[in-house]
């Protein structure tokens, strides 16, 4: 198992329990992201700078991620792809993306996303707080627990 991020837009405090589980699990944590990003030094935290552009990211997590590992993403058109590898997609709110309901959610995605293309202010998300935090947190344990319990 492995745990890729989309570090891009990944928030500051998920990244910190990001760094955290990498250390307390010994599982690999690999940043992927256009820019450079400073990280702690881990032989479990891992930094893979790609070229600026539309979902080469995406593109790149995508093409190295395997069945069984998580990815850590706001992107639900990333997500729908690792949920059809077998992989875990959660969301930095803590949102875990599974094959029951990911096709919804790309759906409603499509349709706030035509809203935005013709004028209409949909309003994006607050930050994030403690409630998601802990979401966030409690599932990626949850699937990290299950692994362990597999392995």
Known sequence: MK??????????????????????TQITVAFVTNQYLHLPQSPFITLMQVP?????????????CAAGDVVVTADIPLAARIVEKG???LDPRGKLYDAGNIKQILS???FMDSLRGSGIETGGPGGI?????????????????AHQKRG
């Not at 890729?4 to 307390?24: Q, S, T």
């Not at 600026?52 to 190295?64: H, K, L, S």
């Open 3 to 24: 745990i890729w991020v989309d570090a891009d837009a990944c928030p500051k405090v998920i990244k910190e329990i990001l760094f955290r589980v990498a250390e307390r």
């Open 52 to 64: 600026p552009g539309p979902d080469i990211t995406d593109d790149e997590i995508a093409a190295r």
């Open 87 to 89: 992989g875990h997609a």
């Open 108 to 110: 409603m995605r499509d």
């Open 129 to 145: 707080g403690q409630q998601e935090r802990n979401l966030f947190a409690n599932n990626l344990d949850r699937i990290i627990t």
